[in-house]
Structure formats: structure tokens, C-alpha cells
């Protein structure tokens, strides 16, 4: 069974760092690309990045650019989400979701980002 | 950006009855490789989405065959022949054709 749990949400100031990791199992999980996905408070899904196989191509939406940095790490099957200079605008819940088939075939449960101002 | 229209915005439908939501996009969603790549989720209050369609009309498994995606180019539909109880929620539509990916703005499906 495809399992994808976040974790490393929390708390935090505006300008702060924080680190969300989602751990893999179910799936050979190097042989995915991966994506973050969040969703504000009561508002609409939005893609956030997107990381290919041995992670050496990247994408993100202009908004979190320079500012957040997708990884992987194939040993421990696991991907990750560096976000710094964090913003107000970026509370939200982070989902971890896979590619398979197409786009997001496989999600998590997410984690809470709250940006306090 | 490639810009995502759904509508309408808020659907309430009668159980038993059928229901259509339509997506639009800004720019034609045919990727250089000839496939489409569009998506539908689903989104019951509290949980993860979960996806329906990919490629337009590809039904993901265990989705129930009430369920239908058509379309092409730059307008696309989801059909509900008959709803039921467990398909209240939020419906989006996502482009993976275009980088950034794109979502619409979802619907919310209600019963009356």
C-alpha cells in the first residue's frame, strides 16, 4: 500500500525557516518524481514544486522561488521541503504527493504551516 | 501561467441525479508527446484530495464508474451520472502540461 506521511510542520515567525519532510513506503520510491502541494485555510489547492528522478530537475511556482528548495533523499525514501524567508501567506498545509500515471496519483495527510506576522 | 476556470463554482445536486462540472484552461493542455494532461480531485471536508481522472478521461482505481472525464484542447467536463451521499465536496480540476502546474478553483457539490 502507497503511504506518503508529512511531517515538520509548526509554528513559526515570519522571516523563520523550517524544514518538512514526508517519508515514503509502499512504492520504489526512486523510480517517482514527487511534488509538494499546499492549501491555504479555507482556500483552493496550490502546486508548489516538483522534484524528477536523482533530483537534478526542479520546479517551483514563482511565489516560493529562491525562497523554498525541494530534495530527496532515494536512500531513505523520503523527500523534503527547505522553506525559508517564510511569509504570512504561507500558512497553509503542505501536502507530499506522487506522480504516477500522470500528475498527484498518491497524497498525504499534510502538515500544518502556520507563519505567524 | 495557464489559468483554470471551473464552473460552476457551487453545484447542489439532488441525490440519484446527475451533475457536470467544466474546466477551462487558458492555453491548449496537448503536450509536445500528444497527451494531455489533465486532471480531476476530489476533496471531502478534512481529508487529502484524492485523484479521480488523469489524461482527461482515465479513471483512477477503485473510482466508481459513475464517474467520467471528457474533453480536449483547452475545455473539459466531469459527469456524475447519478451522485451520491459520499460525493459531496470540492472538485478540482489540475493542468500538468505547463509549468507551474495549475488548479482550478474547485466546486463544491452539495446535496440539496
Known amino acids: 500500500e502507497v503511504q506518503l506521511v508529512e511531517s515538520g510542520g509548526g509554528l513559526v515567525q515570519s522571516g523563520g525557516s523550517l524544514r518538512l519532510s514526508c517519508s515514503a513506503s509502499?512504492?520504489?520510491?526512486?523510480?517517482?518524481?514527487m511534488n509538494w502541494v499546499r492549501q491555504a485555510p479555507g482556500k483552493g489547492l496550490e502546486w508548489v514544486a516538483h522534484?524528477?528522478?536523482?533530483?537534478?530537475?526542479?520546479n517551483y511556482v514563482d511565489s516560493v522561488k529562491g525562497r523554498f528548495t525541494i530534495s530527496r533523499d532515494d536512500a531513505k525514501n523520503s523527500l523534503f521541503l527547505q522553506m525559508n524567508s517564510l511569509r504570512p501567506e504561507d500558512t497553509a498545509v503542505y501536502y507530499c504527493?506522487?506522480?504516477?500515471?500522470?500528475?498527484?496519483?498518491?497524497w498525504g495527510q499534510g502538515t500544518l504551516i502556520i507563519v505567524s506576522s | 501561467d495557464v489559468v483554470m476556470t471551473q464552473s460552476p463554482l457551487s453545484l447542489p445536486v439532488t441525490l440519484g441525479q446527475p451533475a457536470s462540472i467544466s474546466c477551462r484552461s487558458s492555453?491548449?493542455?496537448?503536450?509536445?508527446?500528444?497527451?494531455?494532461?489533465l486532471n480531476w480531485f476530489h476533496q471531502r471536508p478534512g481529508q487529502s484530495p484524492r485523484r479521480l481522472i488523469y489524461?482527461?478521461?482515465n479513471r483512477d482505481s477503485g473510482v466508481p464508474d459513475r464517474f467520467s472525464g471528457s474533453g480536449s484542447g483547452t475545455d473539459f467536463t466531469l459527469k456524475i451520472t447519478r451522485v451520491e451521499a459520499e460525493d459531496v465536496g470540492l472538485y478540482y480540476c489540475?493542468?500538468?502540461?505547463?509549468?507551474?502546474?495549475?488548479f482550478g478553483q474547485g466546486t463544491k457539490v452539495e446535496i440539496k
Open positions: 489540475m493542468q500538468g502540461t505547463h509549468w507551474p502546474r495549475t
Open positions: 492555453q491548449s493542455l496537448v503536450s509536445g508527446d500528444g497527451n494531455t494532461y
Open positions: 489524461k482527461v478521461s
Open positions: 509502499g512504492f520504489a520510491f526512486s523510480n517517482y518524481w
Open positions: 522534484i524528477k528522478l536523482d533530483g537534478n530537475d526542479k
Open positions: 504527493a506522487r506522480d504516477g500515471d500522470g500528475e498527484l496519483d498518491y
